[in-house]
Each structure stands twice: as C-alpha cells, then as structure tokens.
C-alpha cells in the first residue's frame, strides 16, 4: 500500500509539472517562430529582382556582379541572392559578407537611429572609441560555409533560417524601415568597392520601400555615406565622382505624419 501510494503522488506530482510545463513550452516555440517570422521583409524574388536593377545602374563601380542579403529583427537570414547567372559570376566569399553587414547594420540599429555600415567605418579604426568590434562577434563557419554550391543564394541557401554572425565596418549594409517606421531588419551587398556596395543596398531599399528612415549618422540627418568627418568612410576613388552618385540616389522616404 505504501508504494502503490508513493507512485500515485509521483504519478500526481509529474502530471502537475506537465500542466505547468505545457504554457511555457507553448510560448518558447511562439518565441522561436516569432524569431524566425521574415514578415514584412522582401521574398526571395522579390529582393533578387529590386537587387538585380541596383546593380545596374551608375554607382561609379567596376560593374562587378552582386551578392545581397536580408535578416529580420533577429539578426536571422530571410534571403541570399546574387546578380549573375550562377553562384560563381560573383566574388563567392562576397556572400558571406553580404550577410555580415546586414547583421552588423541591424545590431546595430534602432527603431528611431539607423546605422549603416559605412558610418561604422571611422570609430572602429585604431584609436576609434569602437576599435576591435570587428572581432567582437566571429562567423559561424557551419552557418556560412554549408553546400551544396549549387544552392548559394537561391530561396533555400543553406544561410536562410541561420544567424551567420560576424560584424562588418564598410559600406553596404542598411537597416529596413516600413512605412509605420518599424524597424523589421536589414540589408546588406557585397561584390564591388564598398562605396558601390553602399549605393546599390540604398537603392535596392528604396526599390523594396523599405527606406523610412526615421534618423541616422550620415549626410541630411539620414544613414547616407559620407567621406568625412567622424561617421565617414575612405572614398573609392575620385571624390566628386562618388560625390555626384551620392547627390543622384533617391531620397530615403518619411513616415506620414
């Protein structure tokens, strides 16, 4: 009798840990697919195509091909696409680094404050106030370096679903606003000079009308590039020819009051 009870109370007790276990299991997972939700961000298609079209026109670039990617809020990978005909039309180590400036650009960015990668440049350089944030958050290599090839940068590369990590202070990664002002993530491309980089993600933006940039570091009160000053990075080559792309890239857009 004295065992067939102490089982019915262990019975009873685990029972009781699994109801109050059961909410809490329920609202982890809401958590986690709330952390993987890509709402509101471009599809696949969508960003290749609006990629695609900032490639091609005057950034003052080699007319190299791209790599782009987007995370959501949580720094996880919505998308990964390229310019080219195949993974290989465009630098392959470009891709990994596409992802890093959009992490960089969402973590470090606020829903009143955008931080492009670009403005990051001068303070991490040595005797900058954030000199070494470059080795403050390593890739990790499973999340990057995964295969096939022959899926990089298509709508299931092995990225999409991951956090790639890795911080990175040259231009081409911008934050995502919506037209509530809502920070859902950001962008980052790679495959050109940096300064080309960084129009192409501006225009790519714009195209998507993700750009309702609330406020940022750069030129106009904005997380525009600049060439000077102490949220500046080095100009890719002549001044006023990347002076005049700067002046010729679309304005980022208001939220309506």
Avoid at 9 to 31: E, M, R
Avoid at 136 to 164: C, F, K, L, S
Wanted: hydrophobic letters at 45%.
């Amino acid at each position: 009798m004295k065992h067939t009870l102490t089982f019915a109370a262990l019975t009873f007790a685990a029972a009781a840990v699994t109801a109050q276990a059961a909410p809490a299991d329920k609202s982890t997972a809401a958590l986690l697919a709330a952390d993987q939700s890509c709402a509101g961000l471009p599809t696949h298609a969508e960003f290749k195509a609006a990629l695609q079209a900032a490639q091609k026109e005057k950034n003052a670039a080699f007319g190299l091909n791209m790599w782009g990617a987007v995370v959501n809020r949580a720094g996880i990978v919505c998308a990964v696409a390229f310019t080219g005909d195949n993974w290989g039309d465009q630098w392959p180590g470009s891709r990994i680094i596409a992802a890093q400036k959009a992490g960089t650009s969402n973590n470090f960015s606020l829903p009143k404050l955008a931080m492009a990668t670009a403005n990051l440049y001068s303070i991490a350089q040595p005797g900058g106030f954030a000199f070494g944030i470059q080795e403050a958050n390593p890739i990790v290599p499973e999340h990057v370096y995964a295969g096939p090839t022959a899926y990089w940068g298509q709508a299931n590369d092995p990225m999409v679903g991951e956090r790639v990590g890795g911080f990175n202070v040259f231009g081409g990664g911008l934050p995502l606003y919506n037209a509530k002002g809502e920070l859902l993530g950001a962008l980052g491309t790679s495959g050109d000079s940096s300064c080309a980089d960084h129009y192409i993600s501006w225009r790519t933006r714009n195209t998507l009308k993700l750009d309702y940039v609330p406020a940022g570091l750069g030129p106009n009160g904005v997380d525009q590039i600049a060439f000077s000053g102490p949220w500046s990075q080095p100009v890719c080559g002549e001044l006023k020819a990347h002076e005049a792309v700067v002046n010729s890239l679309p304005p980022t857009r208001k939220v309506a009051p």
